[in-house]
């Protein structure tokens, strides 16, 4: 997909998103005297301009919602019935997505929230945010209150836990993490490989250090 340049695009002040009449703009944080940015804007075929979580509200509210814009009613969906937007957000991202794939993937983990607590942990702990993984694991956060994370959750494709990943990129932090909560060390993926064996393949002399001992 095209890369836009590290600056996202200015807006006119008279663009907003067409279901909530929202700015679609933020001041730039840097210099607030500068033009606005773009943030979450999300462009449908017939050009009309959306705040990202506006049209997933109203693209996931029924079936046929996403095949005509909320705006001005025309067909949106390409001639593969897929539902193709521009993206633009203040990452300076611009590009096509399938905005389908995501109203569907946010309909899948409303009906299995255990499923997207499980993918938050994996992806906290690959992003070695440890504060807010810690967070899962003593069972605090929202909703959960009292319901510990199971430190050997694992990605269904491969059966790599947390501490698998870890031991791939000598994350020593992540791994002393994952053992202070209970983490099996001789968990093995799809493969019949442990952390330690991963961390061997790697070189990964801290974590080979800390698993052998």
Known sequence: ??????????????????????SLHVPNRY???????????????????????????????????REKCACCRQRVLDRSGKFMVTMRNENGYVGMIDLGDEIDRQAFFSANPDIERKEAFLALMAQMDFDDAEILLKGEDEGYEGKKMDPNAYYDLGRMTAMHMAALNDDVEGVEL????????????????????????????????????
């Open 1 to 22: 997909m095209p890369l836009a340049s590290p600056s996202a695009p200015a807006l006119s002040d008279t663009d907003t998103c067409a279901i909530c009449y929202e």
């Open 31 to 65: 210099d607030p005297s500068a033009p606005s940015y773009l943030i979450d804007d999300v462009e449908l075929r017939c050009k009309h301009h959306f705040h990202q979580s506006c049209i997933l509200e109203y693209a996931a509210s029924s079936p046929s919602a």
């Open 178 to 213: 994952l053992l202070r909560y209970g983490a099996d060390k001789d968990f093995k993926d799809e493969e019949g490989k442990t952390a330690l064996d991963l961390a061997r393949g790697q070189k990964a002399e801290r974590v080979v250090a800390l698993l052998s001992s």
